[in-house]
C-alpha cells in the first residue's frame, strides 16, 4: 500500500509542479485527483483496491499534500519552538532550548518542493530561481524563512521559528522565568505611560514575543498601527491596522520599504506605533516621530546589548543620513528613547530579559544607559541549567514622574527588589 501512495504522490507532485494553477491545492481538486489516478492504475495496471484501502489511500495523501508533511506534527507539538529543514533528508527541530535533528525526512527533493510551496501559496510572495528566498508569515504568526539553490548549496531550506501559543501574557513569561513579578509590574506600568521602548537581542531570543505580550497592555481604544516585513505581529486590540512591506516585482518596481509605510503611517492618526524591526533609514523617522508627539512608540532591533543598540541606530541613520552631526544623532536618539529591553538565550535554551535600561541624557560624547534591573549568571548545575539572579539597580528613573501624570500608582521600591 505504501509503493501505491507513493507512485500517486510522485505522480501528482510531478504534474502540480509543472503547473502553477492555485486550484490544485484545494481539497476538492486534490481528492478528484487522487482518485483519477488511481483510477488509471487501476486500468492500465491491475492495481485494485477495496473501497476502504481507496477511502484511506486518499485520505492519507490529502493529510500528507495539504498538510506539512514530516513537520506537520512538530508545527503541533508546543514544546517544539523551531524547525529546521536542510534538504529533503534533514529535518532539526528546538525543544526546550536544544537543537537536535529528528529522524523524520521528506521523500525526496521533489516532496521537499511541494511542501515548500504550498507553505508560500496562500501569500503573494514567489521564490524560484531569479527570487531565490522569501520569508512568509502562517496564519498563526509563526515565521517562516525559504531560501533555494543556487544560494543555498545544501539544497532547498526551511527556517520555522513558530508562534508560541502557550505564552498568551505576563504571568507566562514569569512562569518560564523569562523575568520577574516586580519586572512584569514595571513594564507594564511603562507600555501604559506611552514610554518609547525597544526591544533588543540577537535572533530567536524572545524579542517580538515580548513585544506582543507588552503590548497587550495598550488601552483599547488606542489606534495602533503595526508596520513589519512580514506580518507577525499578533495583538487582541480591535483598532489595530496591520502594514507590511512589499518586495519589488520581476521588474524591479513596485518596492514598499518600511520607511515609506512608516512615513504614510504618520498621516493615518496613530495613537501607537510598532514597528516590527528597525533595519535602516526608519530609524530617524521613528526617533523624530517618537520626539514629536507620536509617544508610546514600540519597536524591535537586532543587537548585543543596550550599549550596541546606541551604536546600531547611529549606524543605521549616518548610512542614510551622512550629513547629519554626530552630536545631533546623539541628542536625538537620548530625547526619544526611554528604555530598552535587551534579551539574551543562554547556554541551557532559556530566554531572559538580561537587561531592562533607561536611556538618559548625553555625559561626554556619549548616550547614558542605567541599568534598572539586570541578570547575572553564577555558572551552571550538574544538569546543565544556568545558575543566576536578577538584580535591581535601586534607581529611580528620569521619567518616574510619566507613572504619575498617567495616574498608575507604582511604588518606588520597586527599583530596590528584583525578585
Known amino acids: 500500500m505504501e509503493k501505491i501512495k507513493d507512485r500517486i504522490r510522485e505522480r501528482l507532485i510531478a504534474e502540480y509542479l509543472s503547473t502553477s494553477s492555485k486550484d490544485q491545492w484545494?481539497?476538492?481538486?486534490?481528492?478528484?485527483?487522487?482518485?483519477?489516478?488511481?483510477?488509471?492504475l487501476g486500468r492500465y495496471e491491475n492495481i485494485d483496491l477495496s473501497r476502504e484501502e481507496t477511502d484511506s489511500v486518499i485520505r492519507e495523501l490529502?493529510?500528507?499534500?495539504?498538510?506539512?508533511?514530516?513537520?506537520?506534527?512538530?508545527?503541533?507539538?508546543?514544546?517544539?519552538?523551531?524547525?529546521?529543514?536542510?534538504?529533503?533528508?534533514?529535518?532539526y527541530i528546538e525543544r526546550a532550548g536544544n537543537m537536535v535533528l529528528s529522524k523524520k525526512q521528506f521523500k525526496d527533493i521533489n516532496h521537499l518542493m511541494t511542501i515548500m510551496h504550498k507553505i508560500i501559496s496562500p501569500t503573494r510572495r514567489r521564490v524560484d530561481e531569479s527570487n531565490p528566498y522569501v520569508d512568509v508569515c502562517f496564519m498563526d504568526g509563526s515565521r517562516v524563512n525559504i531560501i533555494l539553490p543556487p544560494v543555498s548549496l545544501t539544497g532547498p531550506v526551511i527556517t520555522i521559528r513558530k508562534f508560541?501559543?502557550?505564552?498568551?501574557?505576563?504571568?507566562?513569561?514569569?512562569?518560564?522565568?523569562?523575568?520577574?513579578?516586580?519586572?512584569?509590574?514595571?513594564?507594564?506600568a511603562c507600555i501604559k505611560a506611552r514610554l518609547n521602548i525597544l526591544f533588543s537581542g540577537a535572533?530567536?531570543?524572545?524579542?517580538?514575543?515580548?513585544?506582543?505580550?507588552?503590548?497587550?497592555?495598550?488601552?483599547?481604544?488606542?489606534?495602533?498601527?503595526?508596520?513589519?516585513?512580514?506580518?507577525?505581529?499578533?495583538?487582541?486590540?480591535?483598532?489595530?491596522?496591520r502594514l507590511e512591506a512589499r518586495s519589488a516585482n520581476v521588474e524591479g518596481k513596485g518596492e514598499i520599504s518600511i520607511g515609506d509605510l512608516f512615513k504614510n503611517s504618520l498621516r493615518m492618526r496613530p495613537?501607537?506605533?510598532i514597528l516590527g524591526e528597525i533595519r535602516g533609514s526608519e530609524a530617524l523617522d521613528?526617533?523624530?516621530?517618537?520626539?514629536?508627539?507620536?509617544?508610546?512608540?514600540?519597536?524591535?532591533?537586532?543587537?548585543?546589548?543596550?550599549?550596541d543598540v546606541i551604536s546600531r541606530i547611529e549606524t543605521m541613520i549616518l548610512t542614510t543620513n551622512s550629513a547629519f552631526p554626530m552630536w545631533a544623532v546623539k541628542k536625538q536618539i537620548s530625547s526619544s528613547i526611554d528604555l530598552i529591553l535587551h534579551?539574551?538565550?543562554?547556554?541551557?535554551?532559556?530566554?531572559?530579559?538580561?537587561?531592562?535600561?533607561?536611556?538618559?541624557?548625553?555625559?561626554?560624547?556619549?548616550?547614558?544607559?542605567?541599568?534598572?534591573?539586570?541578570?547575572?549568571?553564577?555558572?551552571?548545575?550538574?544538569?546543565?541549567?544556568?545558575?543566576?539572579?536578577?538584580?535591581?539597580?535601586?534607581?529611580?528613573?528620569?521619567?518616574?514622574?510619566?507613572?504619575?501624570?498617567y495616574g498608575i500608582k507604582l511604588p518606588k521600591d520597586i527599583f530596590n527588589k528584583a525578585e
Not at 476538492?28 to 489516478?37: A, G, H, K, N, P
Request: aromatic share 4%; proline share 3%; charged share 30%.
Open 26 to 40: 484545494k481539497e476538492e481538486t486534490l481528492r478528484r485527483d487522487i482518485q483519477r489516478v488511481i483510477s488509471e
Open 62 to 91: 490529502i493529510d500528507d499534500l495539504l498538510g506539512l508533511g514530516p513537520i506537520r506534527e512538530f508545527m503541533d507539538d508546543p514544546e517544539i519552538s523551531e524547525i529546521m529543514v536542510n534538504g529533503p533528508d534533514k529535518i
Open 164 to 188: 508560541l501559543s502557550n505564552i498568551s501574557g505576563i504571568n507566562d513569561l514569569i512562569k518560564l522565568d523569562t523575568l520577574t513579578k516586580p519586572m512584569a509590574d514595571f513594564l507594564s
Open 203 to 241: 535572533t530567536g531570543t524572545g524579542k517580538t514575543t515580548t513585544l506582543s505580550v507588552l503590548s497587550s497592555h495598550i488601552d483599547a481604544r488606542e489606534r495602533i498601527i503595526t508596520i513589519e516585513d512580514t506580518a507577525e505581529i499578533r495583538l487582541r486590540q480591535e483598532h489595530v491596522v
Open 271 to 273: 495613537r501607537r506605533l
Open 286 to 307: 521613528m526617533l523624530q516621530a517618537a520626539s514629536s508627539g507620536h509617544s508610546g512608540c514600540l519597536a524591535v532591533l537586532h543587537a548585543s546589548s543596550p550599549q
Open 343 to 405: 534579551h539574551d538565550q543562554l547556554a541551557d535554551g532559556s530566554r531572559k530579559i538580561t537587561h531592562v535600561t533607561e536611556v538618559g541624557g548625553i555625559k561626554g560624547e556619549e548616550v547614558e544607559l542605567h541599568d534598572l534591573y539586570s541578570y547575572s549568571i553564577d555558572g551552571l548545575d550538574d544538569s546543565g541549567k544556568v545558575m543566576g539572579k536578577w538584580k535591581a539597580h535601586a534607581r529611580l528613573p528620569d521619567f518616574y514622574n510619566k507613572f504619575i501624570e
